[in-house]
């Protein structure tokens, strides 16, 4: 076969071998390390059956960014650590903004099913207008990426950088490595190898 192409089958295995290696040590743990600080409480927000269960888990995410992250550099902290990305939407202080507006609409939605029912209004059209209110709330939470646009990103490059840089990290590693397999492979043909 020749060592041109086994060097070649070499470099491609290490590179697989590494990439999961790298996804093993560092993107698995802090993908757990994340749905256990926020992807949960997002997912059970979407999925909350009622408003009050919308408000509280909205309220849980809300209150943990607090604790997580420093408040007083909100402004300072972006979901991309690209400069053409860190823009005012892309920072924890506009999420912290449109939590404050969701909290507020999900309150007042509260406040206008205890209405309905306190005037004996239809019970059907009560259950009816809180399926389309939750519905709406739903779609709005996902608007913009999701509940967690900015959070996400910025938890990853606050508290697991190599796992937030490790696909990049491997892209560039495959690339690499790609090259090199291809002028083995144009090596090994000029060499007669495949004659």
């Known amino acids: 076969m020749g060592w041109r192409l086994t060097t070649g089958i070499a470099t491609l295995v290490i590179v697989l071998v590494l990439g999961i290696l790298i996804w093993a040590a560092f993107d698995l743990p802090a993908g757990i390390q994340y749905s256990n600080a926020f992807g949960s409480d997002i997912t059970m927000t979407y999925d909350a059956a009622d408003l009050q269960g919308q408000h509280d888990t909205v309220m849980l995410i809300w209150t943990n960014m607090n604790n997580t992250f420093d408040t007083r550099n909100y402004a300072h902290i972006y979901s991309s650590p690209w400069p053409w990305a860190q823009v005012k939407e892309n920072s924890l202080y506009y999420t912290n903004v449109y939590f404050g507006q969701l909290i507020t609409r ?39 990426g999701g509940l967690d646009w ?8 606050t508290f697991a950088p190599i796992a937030y840089w490790s696909s990049y990290i491997m892209l560039i590693v495959a690339v690499i490595a790609i090259i090199v397999i291809v002028l083995l492979l144009i090596s090994a043909y000029r060499a007669g190898v495949f004659n």
């Not at 306190?118 to 939470?141: G, L, S």
């Open 106 to 144: 999900i309150n007042n939605n509260i406040a206008m099913l205890n209405a309905l029912k306190a005037n004996n209004t239809n019970p059907i059209y009560i259950q009816d207008w809180q399926t389309n209110v939750i519905n709406q709330t739903r779609i709005e939470m996902k608007r913009e």
């Open 150 to 157: 900015v959070i996400n990103g910025a938890w990853y490059l």
